[in-house]
């Protein structure tokens, strides 16, 4: 089974300030990495995934994350926030691709400071 | 193209009563799955339907039941309800051929056991 550990429930960070949330899992075979964005009343939308290939990733709206095999970490970067940034953030693994059965973590609450 | 609608999106039941749980897939996709995301947590995978036949289930207790019907639509129904199944329930759906790893979730139907 895998698991998936986010250590920060909140990081609080002001705004245009950079911003790391972290994330670290376990799993005994190789996995799929996914982090999703939850912005206040509403679903879960992807934010960023690595399936193979380059280890660095990055999202449209200027968020990167790096998948580490060896340190089992999926960390998620953003060189500067803003007000929209804030949300709850979900760091998810998935071991059986194509027909994703997610296990997530438990979420880092992204507050931005003007 | 539609994305995923959930109903209803608050309902309130009391312990013991049965409860189900609506939702329309986003156009095109075949694959259904269901979350339960409790207040402060991250979500858990409770169950995945694919064409129609259960394809993969976490570890929730058989009160949990579900189906997927020829339009992909689903229904999640919860039997002898207790304080603890209090909770957002999420639906997500997927199109399991194009491999690209992501789900689309709804905005969840926030369940309240009294």
Redesign the interface.
Known sequence: AQS?T?LD?QVPVFEEAPVELRCNYSSSVSV?L?W?VQYP??????LL?Y?SGSTLVESINGFEAEFNKSQTSFHLRKPSVHISDTAEY?C?V?TN???????????TRLTIIP | ETG?TQSPTHLIKTRGQQVTLRCSSQSGHN?V?W?QQAL??????IF?Y?REEE??R?NFPPRFSGLQFPNYSSELNVNALELDDSALY?C?S?L?ST?T???F????SRLTVL
């Open positions: 998936v986010q429930s799929y996914f999703y009343n509403q679903g879960l939308q992807l995934k399936l979900f998810a998935s691709f194509g027909n994703e059965k997610l296990t997530f973590g438990t979420g | 995923v694959t799955s979350y402060g947590q991250g979500p858990q995978f995945q694919y394809n993969g976490g999420l997500a997927s399991t491999n790893g992501e789900l979730f709804g905005e969840g």
